[in-house]
């Protein structure tokens, strides 16, 4: 099968990430057939983060900006589509601190093939790594409500439960992450990175855009990838080196409640683009709750769905 592979897009937004390399270098080494991957960074730094920058490499293409002019991980992306993306068939978003399990790609497109369904993207949070190499155990995880948090954005947990016990098929699911997001190059530019959000809330909205735009969401039924979730990986985030961070955030949730729970903003700039960035019309996002369990007026998870180690597998079914 892995003649008919398809070419492959690897979108990283880098933040001054010291990662970058072993990253880049293990998703090469890892692949099945890495000849056809192109793999594109939009790198922000600053003076002496030299170590930061993605490394040499034939099918690698960076841009490089100063960090002080970064608008956050939302901006950055969509910047990255913009400037980077091609012809590629599919593309695959990453974070810059990721490691890969052998035949990677090969795997991933088969597991997508597996959905029989040409409009799955698969995603999930990837279970963690501690650099440089100490992978975590093998388990599935699939994404679930959270909770929703102080300004009414939503926040994501992960259920698992054990690899030996994986399912057959891609498991189908109501959201996206940014850290490990697989698709056809079509959704991402049907559905455009929005650059006026800043953190919280990028995947909600990803995934009720994506979603109400036609397209179906599963989770990976096979561990392929490792993300580094430490605390203390010594890399400085956004919000670390720009003041103001606290006021993109609060144009961000504006904006977000506005697009998810229909609440106009005092600030107006909050939708800014709003038309280029909203949701789809598909299907509805009353619809979308229902099928996700949860209501963004009130603020409420309608229902929750627990994995219990050695037990059956609840899912979210539409």
Not at 60 to 67: G, K, M, S, T
Request: aromatic share 12%.
């Amino acid at each position: 099968m892995s003649q008919n592979q398809p070419s492959l897009f690897v979108a990283i937004a880098n933040y001054r990430d010291r990662e970058i390399t072993a990253t880049i270098s293990d998703l090469f080494r890892q692949a099945a057939r890495p000849e056809l991957i192109r793999v594109g960074v939009l790198s922000q730094l600053m003076p002496g983060d030299e170590a930061c920058r993605a490394p040499a490499h034939p099918q690698v293409q960076e841009v490089v900006i100063d960090a002080a002019s970064s608008q956050g991980v939302c901006w950055a992306r969509s910047h990255l589509y913009q400037t980077l993306s091609g012809d590629e068939a599919f593309v695959l978003q990453i974070d810059s601190h990721m490691r890969f399990e052998p035949e990677w790609d090969l795997r991933l497109f088969e597991m997508w093939r597996q959905c029989e369904n040409p409009k799955a993207i698969i995603s999930h949070y990837p279970p963690g790594y501690t650099p440089p190499d100490q992978l975590a155990e093998k388990e599935i995880t699939v994404l679930k409500p959270g909770k929703f948090n102080a300004r009414g954005t939503l926040v994501y947990q992960s259920d698992t439960y054990p690899h030996k016990h994986r399912p057959s098929k891609p498991i189908p699911s109501a959201f996206v992450s940014g850290n490990f997001l697989f698709a056809p190059s079509s959704a991402l530019k049907q559905v455009p990175y929005d650059p006026y959000l800043y953190f919280f809330g990028e995947e909600i909205t990803l995934s009720a855009r994506l979603w109400t735009h036609g397209w179906d969401l599963y989770a990976p039924n096979d561990v392929l990838a490792y993300h580094n979730y430490g605390k203390q990986t010594g890399r400085p985030r956004h919000w670390d080196d720009h003041d103001q961070a606290s006021a993109m955030e609060a144009m961000s949730v504006d904006r977000i409640q506005y697009l998810l729970a229909c609440r106009q903003p005092e600030n107006p700039d909050s939708l800014k683009d709003i038309n280029i960035y909203g949701l789809g019309e598909q299907r509805t996002l009353t619809d979308y709750e229902l099928m996700a369990k949860i209501d963004f007026k009130k603020r409420k998870i309608l229902e929750t769905c627990y994995i219990r180690r050695g037990r059956r597998l609840n899912i979210y079914k539409a």
